[in-house]
């Protein structure tokens, strides 16, 4: 690993990478700390949210579904959660916006 000029090496480039590369899981988060780890296990339950939706949704169409409340149920969760991880991203980059517009 390769120190900046600053001498402090750079903290959560790998699990980043790992959330970046990664289409199963987030092996290079598991054993991370910090905001990068609760961002990929956060995208990796609003995956797991929606395929369980999806799945009920096949379900239902098919007529393989017993009670409909179960997909309606499975969509607002969905939806619910899609909104909270758009809502974090969007004050995660205002914040982001914020510290680079403060002066040193």
Known sequence: MTIPLGGIPPVGIGAVTG????????????????????????????????????GKAVQAATGDLKDVHDYMIASAESGVATEMVVTIKNQAVAAFNEIMRMQI
């Open 19 to 54: 959330v970046a590369g990664s289409t199963r899981g987030t092996p290079a988060a598991e054993g991370a700390d910090g905001f990068a780890a609760v961002l990929a296990s956060t995208f990796d339950k609003l995956q797991a949210t929606q395929s369980v939706t999806a």
